[in-house]
Every structure is written in C-alpha cells, then in structure tokens.
C-alpha cells in the first residue's frame, strides 16, 4: 500500500477480507483506491490505510491526535509488553500460523503487530475510527492491514473471514463480531480490571473503572459467543512523571483529569484476558 511491491502484495490480501460497506459486494483494487462491481469507492491514503467509511465523518469517539501521540509513545517504550506478548501466546494456542486476524478499534496496530509475529503466514486487519491511529496502523508490520470503519455501523469485513478477532479496550458489537468470525474461530478480548491503574487513578481523581465490567462484558457477547478461557494479567508499571501523564492523555479519562501531582512510585497495571467461540 506504499507503491512497493510489498504494498501491492498487501492490498491484494487486503480485498480478500474487506467487503464493500454500502451493497456488501466484493472489492477490487484500484489506482489509489478500492472498487465494488456498483462503482463504489474507497480511497487508499497516502500513508496506506483504506477509507471504508461512510456517511457523516466520526465522532467523539475516535481517537484525537494527540491521543494517539500519547499512546504511541506509551506503548512503544513498552510498558504494555507483557500483554502484547499473552495476546502473542494466546493467539497462537488459538490460531493455524496461516490466519487472518482482525483487530476491532485495533489503535495504532501495536499488539496486533506481535500477534502477527506468532503467526508467521497469518495476515491481518487492522479497523479503527481515528485515521491518525490507522496511519501508524497501516505501518506497524509488514502483514498488516489497516481501514477505516464504524464498529456501530456494521464492519467492513466479508463474513466468515475471520480466524482470529483481537479487541483489546475497545467497543463490542456482537452480532458482527459473529458474522465475520470463521467457524472455529476465536475472539480474543481484553477488558482492565477494578484494580487498573488504581494508584494513579487515586492520585489524579480519574473516572474508576466499573466492577460489574466483566459481567456486562459477558451479556454484551452472550447471544452470540460461549467464554472458553478467562486470565488475569497483572505486572507493575515504573512510570515517570511524564508517562503518568502520557498514560492519563491516551485513555477515556483524558477529559476528567485534575491537576497532576507528582506521579506514584508504582503504578499497576491489571487486565483480563478473555477467549470466547462462536455459538
Ligand atoms: C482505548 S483505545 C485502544 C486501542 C488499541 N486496541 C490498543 O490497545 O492500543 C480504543 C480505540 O477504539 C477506537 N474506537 C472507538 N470507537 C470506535 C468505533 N465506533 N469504531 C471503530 N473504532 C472505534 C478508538 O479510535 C481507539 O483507537
Ligand atoms: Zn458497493
């Protein structure tokens, strides 16, 4: 998708995914863009992600600039390491080395990315609103796609082409993340638990997380998905003053922050990891 031979090489595997988002038709690629039989069409940025959405342009819920900026740095100084690499273990317990993985509001493609190092042949799709992450998206590995969609307004995304779907702190829509899943596929979520961040959540009076999460996380999914496997993840964080702040930036509670005072000596971070099969 950057006009290299490895770009064109991804953009094909990137049509056999991707369906049109207005009649559902397949896509071909084309000069800069992606088409349907209709004529619809979709354009490929200049920094490599495709443009699948349509109507109004997004809300308040893509990420911001200066979010993703936040982020980006947050994670590329690795302190989340230790959940890319269970994503990374887990997914390879879950998929063949050759799967297609879709990251539903996948961010900047940083987990998805050593998800696709376990699985050496897989190809995967990175979608998300925010076009300043899917920028670094659609450079975050070599066997990485990255589109724009609304995960609310049903997902670009041809049914059944699924093996493996990531959503890693980000919505649910559960009836497409049912349609697109291949039979014997898996969805792989996490979820922060109660005790998140919680030293620095006392420290800068941010929003706290809520304890019926998990529960709600469950009926969300229920309908259409059965919980195979559930772990806790937790590992302190060694935080300077300015990736404490960084970390309140990048999160939902960027807009509640008070203040900062100093950042706490330790910060822990605690998520869930869950695993759930089509019904
Ligand atoms: C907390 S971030 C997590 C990003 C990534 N999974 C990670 O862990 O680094 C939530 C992401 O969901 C995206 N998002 C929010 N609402 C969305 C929607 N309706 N459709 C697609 N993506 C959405 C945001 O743009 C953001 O990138
Ligand atoms: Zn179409």
Same mark, same amino acid.
């Given at each position: 998708?950057?006009?290299?031979?490895?770009?064109? &090489?991804? *953009?094909? $595997? @990137?049509? /056999?995914? =991707?369906?049109? +988002?207005?009649?559902?038709?397949?896509?071909?690629? #084309?000069?800069?863009?992606?088409?349907?039989?209709?004529?619809?069409?979709?354009?490929?940025?200049?920094?490599?992600?495709?443009?699948?959405?349509?109507?109004?342009?997004?809300?308040?819920?893509?990420?911001?600039?200066?979010?993703?900026?936040?982020?980006?740095?947050?994670?590329?100084?690795?302190?989340?390491?230790?959940?890319? &690499?269970? *994503?990374? $273990? @887990?997914? /390879?317990? =879950?998929?063949? +080395?050759?799967?297609?993985?879709?990251?539903?509001? #996948?961010?900047?493609?940083?987990?998805?990315?050593?998800?696709?190092?376990?699985?050496?042949?897989?190809?995967?799709?990175?979608?998300?609103?925010?076009?300043?992450?899917?920028?670094?998206?659609?450079?975050?590995?070599?066997?990485?796609?990255?589109?724009?969609?609304?995960?609310?307004?049903?997902?670009?995304?041809?049914?059944? &082409?699924?093996?493996?779907? @990531?959503?890693?702190?980000?919505?649910?829509?559960?009836?497409?993340?049912?349609?697109?899943?291949?039979?014997?596929?898996?969805?792989?979520?996490?979820?922060?638990?109660?005790?998140?961040?919680?030293?620095?959540?006392?420290?800068?009076?941010?929003?706290?997380?809520?304890?019926?999460?998990?529960?709600?996380?469950?009926?969300?999914?229920?309908?259409?998905?059965?919980?195979?496997?559930?772990?806790?993840?937790?590992?302190?964080?060694?935080?300077?003053?300015?990736?404490?702040?960084?970390?309140?930036?990048?999160?939902?509670?960027?807009?509640?922050?008070?203040?900062?005072?100093?950042?706490?000596?330790?910060?822990?971070?605690?998520?869930?990891?869950?695993?759930?099969?089509?019904?």
């Amino acid at each position: 998708m950057d006009g290299t031979t490895t770009g064109t &090489a991804r *953009l094909e $595997r @990137l049509v /056999g995914v =991707l369906r049109c +988002p207005v009649c559902e038709a397949v896509l071909a690629p #084309g000069e800069r863009s992606l088409r349907c039989p209709s004529g619809h069409a979709f354009d490929v940025a200049r920094q490599g992600y495709v443009s699948l959405l349509t109507g109004a342009a997004p809300g308040a819920n893509a990420d911001t600039a200066a979010m993703v900026t936040a982020r980006a740095a947050f994670l590329d100084a690795g302190h989340y390491a230790p959940l890319s &690499a269970a *994503l990374a $273990r @887990l997914a /390879g317990e =879950l998929s063949p +080395p050759d799967a297609v993985s879709l990251d539903v509001g #996948g961010g900047t493609g940083h987990h998805h990315a050593r998800v696709l190092d376990a699985l050496p042949r897989a190809f995967g799709l990175t979608l998300d609103l925010s076009k300043h992450a899917l920028r670094r998206a659609a450079r975050a590995h070599p066997r990485m796609g990255a589109a724009a969609g609304d995960i609310w307004r049903g997902l670009p995304v041809r049914t059944a &082409a699924v093996d493996l779907l @990531l959503n890693v702190f980000a919505p649910r829509n559960g009836p497409e993340f049912r349609r697109v899943l291949a039979p014997g596929g898996a969805l792989l979520v996490v979820t922060p638990e109660p005790g998140h961040l919680a030293e620095l959540r006392e420290a800068r009076g941010l929003l706290s997380i809520d304890p019926a999460k998990d529960e709600r996380l469950r009926r969300t999914l229920a309908e259409h998905f059965e919980q195979r496997h559930t772990e806790a993840l937790e590992f302190p964080l060694a935080l300077t003053a300015d990736e404490a702040t960084a970390l309140v930036a990048m999160g939902p509670s960027a807009h509640h922050a008070t203040k900062a005072p100093a950042a706490p000596a330790t910060v822990s971070a605690a998520f869930r990891l869950s695993v759930h099969r089509p019904r």
